[in-house]
């Protein structure tokens, strides 16, 4: 995956509690990162959205790392809607940090995210709205 093929660009805050004995932030940060640049995704795209009613339930997470992040780096976090399901759909996100040579991939992501229903507790079809606004922002 490479930067250039995602709209969805968000930098992220290394906070000093993400960062473990070793001086680098800590794998288990990352899903965090994803976290938030996913509900900022959302946020953008699927802009009228009661959330509390039709929501998201993270069904699966996947990630590979290639370069430690520091404390002092300069960090962002792509996300893109690789593909959907009926229920379902799978985020791609990478995240990177600035360097000399431009941006270097750090991790690579991959999740499933399940539409649920929290009144009736019930998965649901992805929302057609929701589609058409992915559509449209990723065309």
Same mark, same amino acid.
């Given at each position: 995956?490479?930067?250039?093929?995602?709209?969805h660009?968000?930098?992220?805050? *290394?906070?000093?509690? %993400?960062?473990?004995?070793? @001086?680098?932030v800590?794998?288990?940060?990352? =899903?965090? &990162? +994803? /976290?938030?640049?996913?509900?900022?995704?959302?946020?953008?795209? *699927?802009?009228?959205? %009661?959330?509390?009613?039709? @929501?998201?339930?993270?069904?699966?997470?996947? =990630?590979? &790392? +290639? /370069?430690?992040?520091?404390?002092?780096?300069?960090?962002?976090?792509?996300?893109?809607?690789?593909?959907?399901?009926?229920?379902?759909?799978?985020?791609?996100?990478? =995240?990177?940090?600035?360097?000399?040579?431009?941006?270097?991939?750090?991790?690579?992501?991959?999740?499933?995210?399940?539409?649920?229903?929290?009144?009736?507790?019930?998965?649901?079809?992805?929302?057609?709205?929701?589609?058409?606004?992915?559509?449209?922002?990723?065309?």
């Amino acid at each position: 995956m490479e930067p250039k093929d995602f709209k969805h660009k968000l930098p992220i805050q *290394i906070r000093y509690k %993400d960062v473990d004995i070793q @001086g680098h932030v800590n794998n288990a940060n990352h =899903i965090t &990162y +994803f /976290e938030t640049a996913r509900v900022n995704y959302f946020n953008e795209v *699927i802009k009228h959205n %009661d959330w509390t009613k039709t @929501g998201m339930i993270l069904a699966k997470t996947e =990630i590979d &790392y +290639f /370069e430690p992040v520091f404390m002092d780096d300069e960090v962002f976090c792509y996300t893109k809607i690789t593909s959907f399901g009926t229920k379902s759909f799978e985020i791609s996100n990478i =995240i990177t940090k600035s360097s000399p040579r431009g941006e270097i991939n750090c991790a690579e992501g991959k999740s499933v995210i399940v539409c649920f229903n929290y009144e009736i507790k019930q998965t649901v079809e992805i929302p057609t709205e929701w589609k058409e606004a992915v559509n449209k922002y990723e065309m």
